[in-house]
């Protein structure tokens, strides 16, 4: 056997005997899928699936996993497209309502969705309250990935990530995952993945396996990297507040100036690329309000430390301060 598995592309499998073996057609598995969910399994201690995107893994878990009339409380100023996505659902019973995470959840509701921690406003979930509260608890743990949180050893019963982040970590594969601390849920998603088709080919699966393995040292390295650059952002006269949560290579701040100010940042940054998501090898930043509207401040900006030499990215971001607050 090869040491690196090889992609295998294949759409069906022969029967043995008449009878189809672990793999025959690929929706339902295919080998290069498996694999990854066995790597990434074993990082969170649970059973994990694939899906298309981070998306379709939450489309899966709010369709198969609750019935309608059933309701989410979602952590508020959580990634805003899940909040669209539940509003998407509405119209088939879905029910969702936000709450406080860093508080104890609401009453009465049916699942509880956290954020660890929350893009673009960084705040951590009280694991332990949500914990406390008789309904199944997800977290998605797309920021702070299986090295700094396994919600599962925190009571959580399922983990979601956009694996498009630092799971694959390249900018260069669209794909989600859930892990499971039950097996019936990961059996029910698992049918329920097979039946509706939201999954991801053998080539983006390969992507994830091949990510994980440099997860550590790439999410370490950044966290670093970041740590450093939240500090010094803190004491710049351009910048009028820093969410850090201490780890990971996620970071938010206001520029000063308003979002005339945040817009001369974003363009005028030359090494850190103004571009949208998180979690790659290459830093990118960009002002949120284009897409959250007055959900985010207007001059809140959202940088994803990659793996470029700090000094390189602080020249880069003091620069493109100063210019912004026009001080050339
Ligand atoms: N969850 C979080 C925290 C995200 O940041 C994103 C995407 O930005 C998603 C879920 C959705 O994932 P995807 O873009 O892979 O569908």
Redesign the pocket.
Known sequence: MSHVPPVDRSTIWPYRDGDPGEFFYARYAHPNGVEAERALGALEGGEALLFS????A?TAVALALLEPGQTIALAEG??Y??AVLFRELERWGLHFVEFDQTRAPPPGVDLIWL?APS?PFLTMPDLGAAAAHPAKVLV?S??ATPVYLRPLERGADLV?H????YLAGHDDA???AVVCRDAADAERLREFRGRTGIVVGPDTAWLVHRGLKTLRVRIERQTESARELARRLHEHPGVERVRYPGFGGLLSFDAAGGAEAARGVETGTRVIRNAT??GGVDSVLETRARWEGERVPANLIRLSVGLEHVEELWRDLDGALRHAAGER
């Open positions: 995107s981070g998306a379709g939450t959580a990634y497209g899940t954020e893009n998605d797309t920021a979601l956009s694996a498009t982040k669209l794909v989600g998501s998180l």
